[in-house]
């Protein structure tokens, strides 16, 4: 487990369906779809923020997935701050 909380540090790539069946196994609620729609807690995961990150009491999934969309990648950021800080 990452520091993070994260279960592993990348997902599985998108044709790789053992190891993604293997994620689904242990962490069901990062299932990438719940009923046909996006699951905030797998962009989440994507993204690298702990689990349930947006999820504050009475937070719809659209505005959850709105936030996600607004936020920076922290470990892109991360390396742009130390990229730049070299140059």
């Given at each position: 487990s990452e520091p993070s909380g994260q279960p592993f540090p990348f997902?599985?790539?998108p044709q790789d369906a053992d190891a993604w069946a293997g994620v689904l196994?242990?962490?069901p609620d990062l299932a990438p779809a719940i009923e046909g729609k996006?699951?905030?807690?797998?962009?989440?995961?994507?993204?690298?923020?702990?689990?349930?990150?947006?999820d504050?009491?009475?937070?719809?999934r659209n505005r959850r997935l709105e936030a996600l969309g607004n936020a920076v990648v922290w470990q892109q950021a991360r390396l742009a701050w130390r990229l730049?800080?070299?140059a």
């Open positions: 997902p599985p790539g196994r242990e962490r996006l699951n905030p807690r797998f962009v989440e995961w994507l993204m690298g923020f702990p689990g349930s990150w947006t504050a009491p009475g937070a719809m730049l800080s070299d």
